[in-house]
């Protein structure tokens, strides 16, 4: 019986600690598609206009890349891309990232 309560005890830390990120990777897209998308593709595949913009589908880009970089550029911005610090919550910056780390 103890193994059984410990065992539910662990599941339900796990499902606690999970439905924050999957929240804000389900906000973050909501986010990307109407404020990055036009740029960057619902697919990640950079549009003519980000041109030298990384494709965010690369496996290499994802593996090499941190959601603290890719929030780092969305706050700041990079090239031809403004920041949207004045624009977006720190919070909302950080579910956009964390979504574009889910593109494959």
Partial sequence: MKKLTLLLAVVAVIALVSAPAAQ??????????GKCAMCH???GVAKPMAK?????????WQAATKVEAIGTVITDGKNKMKGYKDKMSAEEITAVA?????IK
């Fill in 24 to 33: 804000a990777a389900a906000d973050g897209k909501a986010l990307f598609d």
């Fill in 41 to 43: 593709g619902k697919d």
């Fill in 52 to 60: 030298g913009s990384a494709n965010f589908n690369d496996a290499k």
């Fill in 98 to 102: 964390t979504y574009v780390k889910t």
